[in-house]
């Protein structure tokens, strides 16, 4: 039996005449922190937030992919159900420093602007990589993810 994500993407996928694409689920937030991972999903699927970022360390520490251009997400509100189907527009690596201001505007989170998003990052980024017995910098890449809300769920 499907399981309700691949339902969702079969759906999406065959509405859309999508082949040999796959498909990862994915949220945003501290999955323990179930109130932001809700309140960034509502963004998302409002369109407020329509970009993400994480350092370039973070995928190496984990072992996961880089979202690449072209890749599509199962996004899961907080208690981990399908809510809709995003589609990865952009990916590029950016130094900390050098993320722009509209990237922070529409990451959708604080009050938007360039110092407060380069403030919140970073303490985030640091106790992200120190995780892994990592350090942050801000001279450190960054992947910087444009993303785009195609399908969402009506039930």
Known sequence: MATSSEKIWTDFSESHHLTNKTF???WF???????EVQDLTNKI?????????????YYSSEGEQIPQVGDYYVL??????????IETVVSELVPFFRVS????????????TLSDWQER????????MKKYD?????????VCEVIKLVY????
């Open 24 to 26: 990862q689920t994915r």
């Open 29 to 35: 937030g501290e999955q323990s922190n179930s109130a």
């Open 45 to 57: 699927l409002a369109g407020d937030k329509i970009s993400t970022s994480k350092p370039l360390g």
């Open 76 to 85: 899961l509100n907080a208690d981990m159900h399908p809510v809709g189907i």
């Open 101 to 112: 201001a509209e990237h922070a505007y529409n990451e959708a989170e604080g009050d938007r």
């Open 121 to 128: 990052s970073q303490t985030k980024f640091t106790k992200q």
């Open 134 to 142: 990592r350090t942050f910098s801000t001279n450190d890449p960054i």
């Open 152 to 155: 969402k769920d009506q039930l």
